[in-house]
């Protein structure tokens, strides 16, 4: 199965920060890779899809990129509606579609 | 408005078996756009993909829990479902109803998932 694994698991940032979180593939995945965001208590929400694809609706301060092992969810300009839990999820191999742990993004 | 709506029984009993249904509203599960997706959180952790289903009835397992999962589709009733056997503890989670676009071009799901139901949290206890 191929693993993925996100860091940091917890970052603090103030609104306006600009933020970067990464997600690693224990193989190749080319750009077979989505973003998702989640508040307590709610559905994910897709953000980016084959890797760096805006979904329709999201801020453009939403930005992802990379491709093959590394990749990163970007968010220019934190927002307070962007505090929450960000997932990537590997959509490469049959074997899984499996989600990395997730990166919650706190108020400093 | 396309809507998923997750339901059924919030508590279940260590060996039977969990069964879920996911209605959709505001459009047909018959599109031949997209298949139609269960995927789990246990409280606290992160998200499994359980299985999908095509509105023809063709089905995609997670090799992990394939030997326990059985989904089907009712285009009558615009809903699709979930059953999980022989439930432990290690089941206890949310349960999402979700959708995935189809490519015509390679015959395959793209495995994102862009729309998804509330979840229903199910218990599994005696």
């Known amino acids: 199965d191929i693993q993925m694994t996100q860091s940091p698991s917890t970052l603090s940032a103030s609104v306006g920060d600009r933020v970067t979180i990464t997600c690693r593939a224990s193989?190749?995945?080319?750009?077979?890779l989505a973003w998702y965001q989640q508040k307590p208590g709610k559905a994910p929400k897709l953000l980016i899809y084959?890797?760096?694809s805006l979904e329709s609706g999201v801020p453009s301060r939403f930005s992802g990129s990379g491709s093959g092992t590394e990749f990163t969810l970007t968010i220019s300009s934190l927002q307070p509606d962007d505090f929450a839990t960000y997932y990537c999820?590997?959509?490469?191999?049959?074997?899984?579609?499996?989600f990395g742990q997730g990166t919650k993004v706190e108020i400093k | 408005q396309l809507q998923l709506q997750e339901s059924g029984p919030g508590l279940v009993k260590p060996s039977e078996t969990l069964s879920l249904t996911c209605t959709v509203s505001?459009?047909?599960?018959?599109?031949?756009?997209?298949?139609w997706g269960w995927i789990r959180q246990p409280p606290g952790k992160g998200l499994e993909w359980i299985g999908s289903?095509?509105?023809?009835?063709?089905?995609y397992y997670n090799p992990s829990l394939k030997s326990r999962v059985t989904i089907s589709v009712d285009t009558s009733k615009n809903q699709f479902s979930l059953k999980l056997s022989s439930v432990t503890a290690a089941d206890t989670a949310v349960y999402y109803c979700?959708?995935?676009?189809?490519?015509?071009?390679?015959?395959?799901?793209?495995?994102?998932?862009?729309?998804w139901g509330r979840g229903t949290l199910v218990t599994v206890s005696s």
């Open positions: 505001g459009g047909s599960i018959s599109s031949s756009s997209y298949y």
């Open positions: 999820q590997q959509y490469n191999s049959y074997s899984g579609r499996t």
């Open positions: 289903i095509y509105y023809s009835g063709s089905t």
């Open positions: 193989q190749s995945i080319s750009s077979w």
């Open positions: 979700a959708r995935h676009p189809y490519d015509f071009w390679s015959g395959y799901p793209y495995w994102y998932f862009d729309l």
């Open positions: 084959k890797a760096s």
